[in-house]
């Protein structure tokens, strides 16, 4: 893929160290199934086989014909990491082979970035961008709504698309290189989620909900008729007009209690299909109802499922009509817990529906049921059934977008907060009698995990991972997918993980998860195979949880900083309860020497401490320059007393436990670093920085303690946001380096 744009030491860090760009073979570590939010998935109308997925943190995908997906935003670098955040996408129904995505991360200060419309001519192998005048959420609130990109089916250089945040409705008449405020549109939506919120997340207008064009209502210039979805609730939510967007009103006899989430047209029909919720999602949302607007008459009737009535307790979001089987629908009740989501399906255009599975009470024992009319098929991504042990919930959650093949009735596929889910043998839902249906884990080649820490034993595991909301996994083999973490099962994120430099099979995880009913802190002794609540873990009555954790080198000491629930960096040894370390600041980083099992570092600003006696008590050792933070500490695992610090001022070097420092040449600033295999058995180790160097920031190499420097990424894979990069480097192959990125899983990379 490609990217085109329209318009109190002696500080020897050196900015003019050497730097070379290294070509580089990046793939990523396999976890298989996604591991986060999918907002929405858009089958091409006109193309078979052509499908898009977009998620909210990790970019876009294409899907093979393997049932596979190829990543199309990794060439998002460091000054385009909001690229990996997308908000809407549109297929162009007349040439399949353009592509519209609406990139952003954050309307709030958390992204400085205005938003981009990303445009492609060969379905996403290369692009362009062309800047917006304002923000784009593609991981705020709402983002399954959809899509609020559309190109019109009868004359495709005309695209809308509906902006957040009281920006309201724009036009491109030029496919998409310029862009115009639909100024007289009648609303740009007055529904935040929670206008008590003052960071600019819950407070943001959610603004335009969707766009559809009435692809019947062709004329010379373009479709006449054209619905838009706003977030409204209790005002006018559906417009239309029909002079091909000269003028515009409200549907008159629409229900506006509610915030329409799609605008799903059947053709065959001739009517709009609007799934309603009391939220915008992904996970509020208790009550909704499904409208079907007869186009012709401009009639509105209401086709909520009877069980949905029933219920009142859930809204509805992802829907799909089947173009092969007029009145075929299927729609899923938003945010339904128990015992599960659900999937009900309608072949009479609504008059009634059916459910993916049923449930009940029997006797003797008048305990939950639940009978199933699907197999389900999770073998492309098996730590998936690990990870739901004990979970009640497979056939997801947060159930925004969900498509129905339009050359393939028995194709489907639909986003949930885990993973895509889908099948190939729908049809089985209308047998008679009925016949199961595939529920299968299909998100085979999208990696979206958050990663929160790795580490790279000298023997055993080839890595360890701590991820976001799926916990973390033991790879063993880079291309096969592993179970996550068992014993205890953290149903949620795992914050860190480390391993012991000198007894590599002994490792430590921590959860992330507050209020967990399992201790926060599980142990190893055997490379990840099996697993201990760690004896000296603090009870989950005291909720504490978090932070990062270092393990000795021979593995009988944790020291644990930056927890929640407690202010001190604590420490214990050999499965004794947690207690205070002596001498550091509340929220120093610490990590373990790796071959000298009573040693640990810590730094705090610019302070440097040791510990000599296994983290009971900490002395400070020296300074790092005029560094106001220090982000990491990375020890060199052939050699005791040599480590590395990054810092807000670059970094430093110390080969006698810190007792002096060498500022390296090159970085004027650092986050994660890792130190791996040297080129040659008796040269210094490789070092891994993400960093900044004469400007730019990104991930470099140097093999000779900072005198030249490579930089790693490349035009196709270029790793996105350095600061939020997280590092391991491989002890026993020179170049491989690990990184773990905040919404495309993990890299693993070597020249």
């Known amino acids: 893929m490609y990217l085109s744009f329209l318009a109190v030491l002696v500080p020897a860090i050196v900015a003019r160290a050497g730097v070379t760009s290294q070509s580089y073979d990046w793939t990523n570590v396999k976890i ?37 997906w190829t990543p199309l935003l990794d060439f998002a670098d460091d000054a385009h990491w909001d690229f990996w955040g997308s908000d809407a996408l ?79 409705l724009w036009k491109s008449t030029d496919a998409g290189s310029t862009w115009s405020n639909v100024s007289d549109f009648p609303s740009v939506g007055t529904y935040a989620q929670d206008p008590s919120d003052t960071t600019g997340i819950g407070d943001d207008l959610m603004g335009i909900a969707w766009v559809t064009f009435d692809s019947s209502s062709g004329t010379a210039s373009g479709s006449s008729r054209i619905f838009v979805g706003v977030a409204n609730m209790g005002a006018d939510n559906v417009f239309v007009s029909e002079d091909s967007g000269a003028t515009w009103s409200a549907i008159e006899g629409q229900r506006n209690d509610f915030i329409p989430h799609h605008g799903v047209l059947s053709p065959t029909e001739d009517a709009l299909y609007l799934p309603y919720a009391n939220g ?31 219920d009142n307790s859930y809204g509805y979001s992802g829907f799909s009509v089947d173009l092969q089987k007029p009145g075929t629908l299927m729609v899923a009740p938003f945010n339904e817990y128990y015992p599960d989501a659900n999937i009900m399906r309608s072949t009479d255009g609504g008059l009634t529906w059916t459910q993916i599975y049923s449930y009940g009470y029997p006797p003797p024992d008048y305990e939950l049921a639940v009978y199933p009319y699907y197999n389900y098929d999770v073998s492309k991504a098996p730590w998936i059934t690990t990870f739901a042990t004990g979970d009640t919930k497979i056939i997801g959650w947060g159930i925004q977008g969900l498509a129905i093949d339009p050359f393939d009735s028995d194709h489907w596929l639909y986003g949930t907060g885990l993973t895509i889910y889908g099948g190939h043998d729908l049809t089985n839902w209308d047998a008679n009698p009925r016949l199961n249906v595939t529920v299968a884990s299909l998100a085979d080649g999208i990696e979206e995990t958050a990663v929160q820490s790795l580490t790279a034993p000298l023997t055993g595991p080839i890595l360890v991972s701590a ?91 944790l020291v644990w900083a930056q927890a929640t629930g407690f202010s001190d960096v604590m420490v214990s040894k050999n499965g004794s309860s947690f207690s205070a370390a002596a001498g550091l600041p509340s929220g120093a980083i610490v990590a373990s020497d790796r071959l000298n099992n009573t040693v640990f570092y810590a730094a705090s600003g610019a302070e440097f401490f ?34 590395f610090v990054s810092t807000s001022h670059g970094i430093w070097h110390s080969t006698d436990y810190g007792s002096h420092f060498t500022g390296l040449g090159g970085p004027t600033q650092a986050w994660s670093i890792a130190v791996g295999k040297g080129a040659s058995a008796s040269g210094p180790p490789a070092l891994y920085a993400a960093a900044t160097i004469s400007g730019t920031n990104s991930l470099y190499r140097t093999d000779d303690l900072g005198a030249n420097w490579a930089m790693l990424p490349t035009a196709e894979t270029a790793l996105s946001s350095a600061s939020a990069m997280v590092l391991a480097a491989d002890p026993n192959v020179y170049s491989q380096v690990f990184v773990g990125t905040n919404g495309r899983g993990i890299f693993v990379g070597h020249a």
Do not use: C
Not at 90 to 97: G, K
Not at 616 to 638: D, E, K, R, V
């Open 467 to 557: 991820v976001g909301d799926v916990g973390g996994f033991v790879h063993t083999n880079l291309t096969t997918p592993p179970p996550t973490f068992t014993n205890p099962i953290w149903a949620g994120t795992a914050s860190s993980v480390d391993h012991a430099g000198g007894n590599p099979s002994h490792i430590v995880r921590v959860s992330g998860i507050s209020g967990s009913s399992s201790v926060s802190v599980a142990t190893s002794t055997d490379g990840g195979i099996t697993w201990s609540p760690y004896a000296g873990a603090p009870s989950t009555s005291e909720n504490i949880y978090s932070g990062k954790i270092a393990m000795s080198a021979d593995g009988d000491t």
């Open 280 to 310: 915008i999602g992904p996970w509020d949302g208790t009550a909704g109802y499904i409208m079907k607007y007869f186009i012709s008459n401009s009639t509105w009737v209401d086709v909520t499922p009877a069980q949905g009535i029933a």
């Open 90 to 168: 549109a297929t162009d129904p007349v040439d399949p082979d353009n592509l519209y995505i609406a990139v952003g991360m954050y309307t709030n200060s958390y992204d400085p970035n205005n938003g981009t419309i990303l445009i492609s001519h060969d379905r996403g192998d290369s692009f362009t961008a062309v800047p917006l005048p304002f923000k784009v959420g593609g991981n705020m609130a709402g983002r399954g709504l959809g899509e609020r990109l559309a190109v019109d089916p009868n004359n495709n250089s005309i695209v809308y698309f509906g902006a957040r945040s009281g920006h309201g």
């Open 610 to 643: 040791i510990s000599i006696d296994g983290g009971s008590t900490f002395t400070q050792a020296s300074t790092l320059g005029s560094a106001t933070s220090a982000s990491q500490i990375a020890a060199n695992p052939f050699a005791a007393g040599e480590f």
């Open 32 to 68: 298989g199934g996604g591991g986060g939010f999918v907002p929405d998935i858009v089958f091409n109308p006109n193309a078979k086989g052509l499908a898009f997925a977009r998620t909210d943190i990790g970019g876009v995908y294409r899907l093979n014909t393997d049932d596979s």
